[in-house]
């Protein structure tokens, strides 16, 4: 049996942070409180303890986008992300053609097959096509031309291919065919997901009895209350806040969610309910000034501009260069947030949407995904399935 003892941590539970020992046996947490000895030990010098960070959307990171679909691309993302915490994460595509999104999705398979580092990425989440190109603000950075109406045979032909691999589908749920959309991933097992979308608050509340049950990048592509010539709306996000079983994603980098927005969903949500995201994109984990966002060959042109990702127009932004533990220390260090709540949020809230299973908290018998950080919260540590990764 293969032991680690982590000594002398800050260990950031769910309801407090307390000053002690963890013990990890075969890749899984045994004991908090252990006082004995180890194979192998760590001193964390009163350092915090976490867990293990959880990325439910990201696009990629290290130079490499999961749309250049190979395992290589795949594997390169994850490694990278790795480094800065995210030990479990959902490789996301962008809305593109079928060919290529069957592309990313025999990627993603062949990369589960032979890759060391396939524990990490438990199932997929496809950001599209299914948008409303109504306007810039709804389609970001996903390619206009690429967006088109929920249509079955389609999804029956991915479903085929990604053989039970996708986690979450994201669609506008104002499309006509957003019900079909919705019954075919209950019915798959899939979190369905408002993104990108001009709804009202009537139509997105018709997509949440139909079966959304979460919003993308909360705030960002989705309607708010507005006024429309001589009548005043509401949107996504209201039918949202109404709604207690809805759950909703934040891009934590600082620049996409201003602190007041980021303190009212938590108020109202709940921190349980409240998932932290990088949308990082193939620049993140690098010190590019540009590139791709989707794959190098049909992926948008992006520029990074005072530490955020923006078309080169600057009419959007476009993803992010975030890595989550920036998304750690814009929480805790910039907004405010106590690090108990941005641990659930990075983590607890995360594993939760995505229904992953001895993940997102240190408690007996969860996987040794562990990160250790310093008090300006800076990676000391990274920990999956109870082995040291730097």
């Known amino acids: 049996m293969k032991t680690l003892l982590i000594k002398n941590a800050n260990v950031v539970l769910p309801n407090e942070v307390r000053l002690t020992n963890v013990l990890i046996e075969d890749g899984k947490i045994t004991s908090i409180g252990y006082d004995g000895k180890a194979e192998k030990e760590i001193d964390a010098k009163g350092n915090y303890l976490l867990a293990g960070f959880v990325d439910i959307h990201v696009h990629g990171g290290g130079g490499a986008d999961f749309m250049d679909a190979t395992p290589e691309a795949f594997e390169t993302v994850v490694k990278a992300h790795l480094k800065c915490g995210t030990t479990t994460l959902l490789p996301t595509a962008m809305s593109a053609t079928e060919s290529d999104l069957n592309d990313f999705l025999n990627a993603f398979k062949e990369f589960k097959n032979k890759s060391e580092y396939s524990a990490l990425t438990p199932g997929v989440h496809l950001e599209g096509p299914y948008f409303s190109g109504a306007n810039a603000k709804s389609s970001g950075a996903q390619p206009r031309g690429l967006l088109r109406l929920p249509d079955e045979s389609e999804m029956d032909r991915l479903l085929k291919v990604a053989d039970g691999g996708i986690i979450r589908w994201d669609a506008a749920p104002e499309l006509q065919g957003s019900d079909m959309f919705a019954r075919k991933c209950l019915e798959n097992g899939i979190v369905c997901s408002i993104a990108h979308s001009v709804a009202t608050s009537e139509e ?148 939760k949407h995505i229904n992953a299973k001895n993940i997102g908290e240190i408690k007996l018998g969860y996987n040794a995904d562990l990160v250790i950080v310093n008090t300006d919260f800076e990676i000391v540590n990274v920990i999956k399935n109870g082995i040291i990764q730097n």
């Open 204 to 351: 997105a509340q018709e997509g949440i009895d139909n079966g959304f049950s979460h919003v993308t990048h909360f705030y960002n592509a989705v309607t708010t209350y507005r006024k429309e010539g001589q009548k005043v709306l509401a949107g996504v996000v209201e039918a949202a806040y109404l709604n207690d079983n809805v759950t909703v994603e934040l891009i934590c980098d600082g620049r996409h969610i201003p602190r007041d927005i980021l303190r009212l969903a938590l108020k109202i949500k709940g921190a349980d309910k409240v998932s932290a995201i990088t949308d990082g994109m193939r620049i993140s984990c690098t010190d590019m000034q540009g590139g791709k966002l989707g794959s190098l060959k049909n992926g948008t042109d992006v520029i990074v501009d005072d530490t955020v990702a923006k078309l080169p127009d600057m009419s959007s932004y476009a993803g992010s260069i975030a890595t989550m533990d920036r998304c750690l220390r814009v929480l805790c260090k910039d907004y405010g947030i106590d690090i108990v709540t941005a641990s659930k949020m990075l983590s607890l809230a995360p594993a």
